[in-house]
């Protein structure tokens, strides 16, 4: 079982940065793929970039590539989501989500979420 607790977002103007945090807690974060997903008002929920559980590979959503860096630390039980060179189209509410197998992809099954936390970039 895995609890997760998104922070870090705000409000900025577009071309500023932001970076979110993930806080887990269950004793098999370490071994947890984990993924961020946002939601933009009046859409679906879109992938935003995925994390395997000892950090050697990562997957992004083409939107965000090159411009958002996903990263864990399992002894702090954190991931993040550092976002550079945002854009009014990246205004969202920014999920955490964790699964107990080996997927970190937009079409793996997450077994866990956050609550969420707002962005909102101003143009």
């Known amino acids: 079982q895995v609890q997760l607790v998104e922070s870090g977002g705000g409000l900025v103007q577009a071309g500023g940065s932001l970076r979110l945090s993930c806080a887990a807690s269950?004793?098999?974060?370490?071994?947890?793929?984990m993924a961020w997903f946002r939601q933009a008002p009046g859409k679906g929920r879109e992938f935003v970039a995925g994390?395997?559980?000892?950090?050697?590979?990562?997957y992004y959503a083409d939107s965000v590539k090159g411009r958002f860096t996903i990263s864990r630390d399992n002894a702090k039980k954190t991931v993040y989501l550092q976002m550079n060179s945002l854009k009014p189209e990246d205004t969202a509410v920014y999920y955490c989500?964790?699964?107990?197998?080996?997927?970190?992809?937009?079409?793996?099954?997450?077994?866990?979420w956050g609550q969420g936390t707002q962005v909102t970039v101003s143009s």
């Open positions: 989500a964790a699964n107990d197998g080996y997927g970190y992809g937009p079409t793996t099954r997450y077994d866990y």
């Open positions: 269950g004793r098999t974060f370490s071994r947890s793929p």
């Open positions: 994390i395997n559980w000892s950090s050697g590979s990562t």
